[in-house]
Nanobody
């Protein structure tokens, strides 16, 4: 059973940085796609970044050059390093996993993923 647990969210001023973490259990498949999504109040959940079993990473245009997704397979952990944070980055951030496949062009759609964490709140003040 796949389980995901996010942590590391918090409050930061604009221009600051945070690193959020997702501890992954149950993903023992050779092919997988992992991603970070975010959802602000009143808005749809949007894909932020993805990484897959081939090591390929993808980013939403809104975070390119500021956010970095990475994984530590030895620790079963997914990270999202967020730099130069903006107030519009304020949202609940979720970790997501899809097994049996590497990431496709649909990675930024919530329906693509079958496993989700509970989320961690990131708040950026101006």
């Amino acid at each position: 059973q796949v389980q995901l647990a996010e942590s590391g969210g918090g409050s930061v001023q604009a221009g600051g940085f945070l690193r959020i973490t997702c501890v992954v259990s149950g993903v023992t498949y050779s092919r997988y796609c992992m991603a970070w999504f975010r959802q602000a109040p009143g808005k749809e959940r949007e894909g932020v970044a993805s990484i897959d079993s081939d090591g390929r990473t993808r980013y939403a245009d809104s975070v390119k050059g500021r956010f970095t997704i990475s994984q530590d397979n030895a620790r079963n952990t997914l990270y999202l390093q967020m730099n130069s944070l903006k107030p519009e980055d304020t949202a609940m951030y979720y970790c997501a996993a899809r097994v049996y496949d590497s990431c496709s062009d649909s990675w930024n759609f919530a329906w693509y993923f079958g496993h989700w964490g509970q989320g961690t709140q990131v708040t950026v003040s101006s």
